[in-house]
C-alpha cells in the first residue's frame, strides 16, 4: 500500500477550543492527572477532563465503591472531590505544568452552584474549558433530574454560558428515554460540543449474603461492556446537531476510538482503560494515526462522520 | 514517589498448600524500589474479563530483580494467576501505596492471618537485616498453609508462633489470642489480616501504649489514587484511600467499629 510520508494532523476543533489532537481522559478515571505523571506521558493527550468539583468538597458515598462486572465495572464514589478551592490552589499548579488542554468537569446540586463554579473558574489561569456534568447518576437530588429533565439541562446549560466565556462542553446521561431530545436542547441552549455518554445505571447483588455490592446499592457501569451502546448514542446525536460530539464509553483501543470518529465523533474521552492499562491513551493516539497512514487519510478530521451506510 | 509499569515474567509457581499460591517474577524496575507493605496492580489475565487488575503486596523482595507474590485463590483473577507457567509474562504497575514504618524500634511483634501473612515475610526480612528482635504469631485455616512460611520467618531468625483455626497446628483457635503474653516489652506492632484480627491486635497495642501499623486491603480499579473506590472509613470521620494513604496505615486512623 502507497503510505504518506507525512504525519497525518490530529488537530481537531470542539468549537472554540483547538486540540491537538482528539485523544482526551475522561472526568473521574484520571484523577487530577498528577496521579498519572509517572506512568503516562501528559504532554501528548489531547486534553485531560479533571475528577468532577463541586463548590464544596464531598466525601463521597461508603464503601464498597467499584465492583466488576462482566468486561466493565460499577462505580459508585459519589462524586467525591476537593472542592473548587482547593482544586484551584492544589490542583492546578500542576495542571498547569502538563502541556496538553485542561477541561474541568463541573457539578452541582442547584444551577446556581454551576454557574459559580463557571463563574470561578473563567479566570483560573490553565483552563481551557469546562465540562458540565449533569449526568452523574450516584448523588440523589440534582445529578439525575439535570441529565434526564430537558427544560433542567437547558436551564443549566444556559446558565454556564452566561457565566463564562470558556469552552462548554455538555455531558450527557445515557438513562434517558430519547438521547436526541437532549442533545438538541443543551445545543440550542449554548452547548459548544456534546460528550457523551456518562455511565449507565447498574446493580450487581452477592447471592451468599444477599445484600448489594456497592455500598450505594447501585452504580455507574462502565468499561467496555456499554461500548455498543455509547456508539449507537454518538451516532444518533452526531447525526442530528451541528456541534462537535465527544465519544466516550468503553473506548480501550485505537479500533474502537476509530469507531466512535466514524461515527460522528469529533474527539473521544478515554475512560475506565486508564484504570486497567495507563498506556492505553498513548496506544491510541499512535493506533490512530497508524490507521489514517494505512488509509491514506492525511488528517483525522477527514474520517470523522465517514461511516458508510450505503452499498 | 517511582512507579513502574513493569511486564514480568514468571519465575517460579509453588503451591503452598491447597488454595495458597506464590510467583516469583523477574521485574527488575519494582523489585529495586519496593519497600516492606508497598503493593503491585497485576493484570491476571490476557483479555477485557476480568477486566481490572488486581492489587497484591510485595511478599517478598528476593534480590533487585524479582519479588515474590503470595495469594489465595478466591475468584477469577486469581485462578488466572494460579494458572501461570514459567516464562509466562505478567504485566505489573508498582510499586505502590505507604509501606511499613520502620523505626528504631529493638523488639517488634508481627501478626499476620491467612493471606495477611503475605507482606510481613519481606517486613521481616527487612527488620532482621539490622537484627531486630522480631517476635511473629501467624494464623490461618489449617496447618498445610502455614508450614512453609514458619519455616521461613525461622530461617530469618524469628521466634514463630503459630494458630490454627481447626487446630492442626499449635494454638487452636484466634491468632489474636496470642498476641496478649507477647506484647511484653515489644516496642512496635505490625498486622495483617481479617478485619476482627487487626482490630483485635490494634485494641491490645493502644491498651499497651504500642505503635502499630495495619495493612488494608479494599476493592480498587486502578491502585493509582484516580478511581477513589478503595475507601475505608477513618477516625475523624472521613474516608481513607487505601491505595494512597494506605495500604499500611497506623491503627488509630482506622475507624474498626465501623
Redesign the interface.
Known amino acids: 500500500m502507497e503510505q504518506m510520508n507525512t504525519a497525518p494532523d490530529m488537530s481537531v476543533s470542539l468549537g472554540p477550543l483547538v486540540l491537538t489532537n482528539p485523544v482526551m481522559t475522561a472526568s ?4 487530577y492527572a498528577e ?2 505523571v ?2 503516562v506521558p501528559l504532554h501528548e493527550l489531547g486534553g485531560v477532563v479533571v ?1 468532577g468539583i463541586s463548590v464544596a468538597p464531598r ?2 458515598n ?7 462486572t ?4 460499577l ?1 459508585a ?1 459519589g462524586l ?1 472531590n476537593v472542592g473548587v478551592d482547593r482544586f484551584i490552589s492544589e490542583k492546578m499548579p500542576f495542571l498547569r505544568t502538563c502541556e496538553c488542554r485542561v477541561i474541568v468537569n463541573i457539578l452541582g446540586d442547584f444551577i446556581e452552584e454551576y454557574a459559580e463554579l463557571a463563574a470561578r473558574l473563567t479566570d483560573i489561569p490553565g483552563v481551557d474549558g469546562l465540562e458540565i456534568n449533569i449526568s452523574c447518576p450516584n448523588v440523589k437530588k440534582g445529578g439525575v433530574a439535570f441529565g434526564t429533565v430537558p427544560e433542567m439541562a437547558a436551564a443549566v446549560t444556559r446558565a454556564v454560558r452566561e457565566s463564562t466565556h470558556l469552552p462548554v462542553i455538555v455531558k450527557l446521561s445515557p438513562n434517558v428515554t430519547d438521547i436526541v431530545t437532549m442533545a438538541k436542547v443543551v445545543e440550542d441552549n449554548g452547548a459548544h460540543a456534546i460528550s457523551l455518554i456518562n455511565t449507565l445505571i447498574g446493580m450487581a447483588i452477592d447471592v451468599r449474603t444477599r445484600r448489594p455490592k456497592l455500598g450505594n446499592i447501585i452504580g455507574g457501569l462502565s ?2 461492556a456499554i461500548k455498543p451502546v455509547a456508539l449507537r448514542m454518538v451516532w444518533q446525536v452526531a447525526s442530528a446537531v451541528r456541534v462537535p460530539v465527544i465519544g466516550i464509553g468503553g473506548i ?1 483501543t485505537a479500533e474502537d476510538a476509530v469507531e466512535f470518529l466514524l461515527a460522528g465523533a469529533t474527539a473521544v474521552q478515554v475512560g ?1 482503560a ?6 492505553a491513551v498513548c496506544e491510541i493516539l499512535t493506533g490512530i494515526q497508524k490507521y489514517l497512514l494505512e488509509q491514506g487519510e492525511q488528517s483525522v478530521q477527514s474520517i470523522i462522520g465517514t461511516l458508510r451506510l450505503e452499498g | ?5 513493569e511486564k514480568s515474567r514468571v519465575v517460579a509457581v509453588e503451591q503452598l498448600a491447597d488454595t495458597f499460591y506464590r510467583l516469583t517474577l523477574s521485574a527488575p524496575q519494582i523489585a529495586s524500589s519496593s519497600q516492606p507493605g508497598q503493593f503491585v496492580m497485576a ?1 491476571c489475565g490476557p483479555y ?6 488486581r492489587p497484591f503486596s510485595v511478599h517478598r523482595r528476593c534480590d533487585t530483580h524479582s519479588i515474590q507474590l503470595l495469594f489465595r485463590v478466591v475468584g477469577r483473577g486469581t485462578e488466572l494467576l494460579a494458572a501461570k507457567r514459567p516464562g509466562d509474562v505478567l504485566h505489573l ?1 508498582g510499586p505502590l501505596g505507604r509501606g511499613f514504618d520502620i523505626d528504631d524500634a529493638d523488639r517488634v511483634c508481627l501478626v499476620g492471618g491467612g493471606i495477611g501473612i503475605a507482606p510481613l515475610l519481606f517486613l521481616a526480612e527487612e527488620l532482621r537485616l539490622s537484627q531486630r528482635t522480631c517476635t511473629v504469631l501467624l494464623g490461618s485455616r489449617t496447618a498445610g498453609e502455614l508450614h512453609q512460611l514458619t519455616v521461613e520467618f525461622n530461617a530469618l531468625g524469628c521466634e514463630v508462633e503459630v494458630a490454627t483455626d481447626d487446630g492442626s497446628a499449635g494454638y487452636h483457635g484466634l491468632v489474636a489470642d496470642l498476641l496478649g503474653p507477647c506484647l511484653t516489652g515489644v516496642k512496635r506492632c505490625y498486622a495483617c489480616g481479617p478485619t476482627p484480627m487487626m482490630a483485635r491486635t490494634a485494641q491490645l497495642c493502644l491498651a499497651g501504649r504500642i505503635p502499630c501499623q495495619v495493612s488494608l486491603e ?5 491502585g ?10 477513618g477516625t475523624a470521620d ?2 481513607l484511600h487505601i491505595c494512597r494513604q494506605g495500604p499500611v496505615l497506623n491503627a488509630e486512623e482506622v475507624a474498626w467499629n465501623r
Open positions: 473521574g478515571t484520571f484523577g496521579e498519572f509517572s506512568l475528577k466525601a463521597g461508603p464503601p464498597p465503591r467499584v465492583v466488576e462482566p468486561c466493565g465495572m462505580n464514589i467525591e468499561g467496555p480501550g475506565t486508564n484504570f486497567y492499562n495507563p498506556s | 514517589m517511582s512507579e513502574f509499569q493484570a477485557l474479563d476480568p477486566l481490572l487488575r504497575i479494599a476493592h480498587m480499579a486502578c493509582l489514587g484516580a478511581c477513589l473506590g478503595c475507601t475505608v472509613h472521613r474516608y
